[in-house]
Nanobody, 118 residues
Framework: VQLQASGGGLVQAGGSLRLSCQAS????????MGWYRQAPGNQRELVAR???????NVADSVKDRFTISKDNSKNTVYLQMNSLKPEDTAVYYC?????????????WGQGTQVTVSS
């Protein structure tokens, strides 16, 4: 399984970006998919997650600004980011988890840089 993340870039505070994560195969196989981010000197943190049944979890720090969604027909998960703040600057990683009898497997995309200028 390969995850291809895209959509990052440089944006001014208050602006918007939409990240995309396209899987090499059907995303219906995954129990959940999500976006993590890691800023320099910080640990990687969960930003948002979408479960197979389309329920979502969003970190408190981005609630009401970020929305996660998916399109099964395109094997793609999106992260719509609005009202961006400088503290949102980080490398954003796409993640997918697939359970199995042995426990499960995590898959990661290559990361896409998001930089928010003040």
């Amino acid at each position: 399984v390969q995850l291809q993340a895209s959509g990052g870039g440089l944006v001014q505070a208050g602006g918007s970006l939409r990240l995309s994560c396209q899987a090499s195969g059907s995303i219906s196989r995954f129990n959940h998919m999500g976006w993590y981010r890691q800023a320099p000197g910080n640990q990687r943190e969960l930003v948002a997650r979408i479960v197979r049944d389309d329920s979502t979890n969003v970190a408190d720090s981005v609630k009401d600004r970020f929305t996660i969604s998916k399109d099964n027909s395109k094997n793609t998960v999106y992260l719509q980011m609005n009202s961006l703040k400088p503290e949102d600057t980080a490398v954003y990683y796409c993640n997918a988890f697939e359970s199995s009898w042995s426990g499960g497997s995590d898959y990661w995309g290559q990361g896409t840089q998001v930089t928010v200028s003040s």
